[in-house]
């Protein structure tokens, strides 16, 4: 595991100038999109979120901004998850040349694209129907964090298999036990990242500059480095033709 961090921290390093800049973007649309709609979007210490009991308010126009903001938002970000993904590939085996690079974002930036709505979909559809039949908040996240430990590893196989969807479920299963505890390392590092940070913070700065200071932290820090992070997690199936430092 401490080769996977140092890895983490070396690929976040070289990486650190796009980090910066699709952060910087993250940011802008984060922060005009709360602004826009601040009835039916909120900041929390984890991230921002839709108020689901405010959905039937919303009218044809601000829920066309809330779809349009989340498209371009997901956007940017497969595009950094595929980027980021490949620098870990090209960190754990050789150059890749510029061709094969610029041919594997535009192979797997679509696919991983349309696996981040599926994603939040699923999660918005689960939280909608918690929220309707009244579920304990632990029990919906206990649902989603299952779904999560199953799904997470699907974009990554995609990126550095250089394969679908269908394909990227069958190269996992195929690997269950290779991979089976790695999911539950990515959220257990996740968690206490974020949760050490929030407390060290609490201690000194009121609730709503700790939402905004915990945006700026995910966005430039824990986003871009649990992504290379899982990469180096994932690339653990393979054992051969692996750079060691």
């Not at 210490?45 to 839709?50: D, E, L, P, S």
């Not at 870990?88 to 061709?99: A, F, G, M, N, V």
Request: aromatic share 18%; hydrophobic share 60%; no cysteine.
């Amino acid at each position: 595991m401490i080769y996977e961090l140092k890895s983490s921290i070396d690929v976040y390093l070289q990486s650190l100038d796009l980090v910066l800049i699709v952060g910087f973007i993250l940011l802008v649309t984060s922060a005009l999109l709360l602004h826009l709609l601040p009835e039916y979007i909120y900041l929390s210490t984890f991230g921002i979120f839709i108020r689901i009991s405010k959905l039937t308010e919303i009218d044809l126009f601000q829920m066309f901004l809330i779809i349009l903001f989340y498209l371009i938002t997901m956007f940017i970000y497969s595009l950094v998850f595929v980027v980021l993904t490949l620098a870990t590939k090209e960190y754990r085996t050789e150059q890749i040349p510029k061709e094969a690079f610029i041919k594997n974002i535009k192979h797997s930036l679509p696919e991983v694209y349309m696996f981040f709505i599926f994603w939040f979909l699923l999660q918005l559809s689960i939280s909608i129907y918690g929220y309707v039949y009244s579920f304990d908040s632990w029990v919906l996240s206990i649902i989603i964090f299952l779904i999560s430990y199953i799904l997470i590893l699907i974009p990554y196989a995609i990126v550095i298999e250089e394969v679908n969807f269908e394909k990227a479920i069958k190269k996992i299963y195929l690997f269950r036990k290779e991979l089976l505890i790695y999911p539950l390392i990515y959220g257990i590092i996740a968690t206490l990242a974020n949760l050490i940070t929030i407390f060290l913070i609490n201690i000194v700065l009121p609730l709503e500059v700790i939402r905004w200071l915990m945006l700026l932290i995910n966005v430039f820090l824990f986003l871009p480095f649990l992504i290379i992070l899982g990469a180096n997690l994932y690339f653990n199936k393979f054992t051969l033709s692996i750079r060691r430092i």
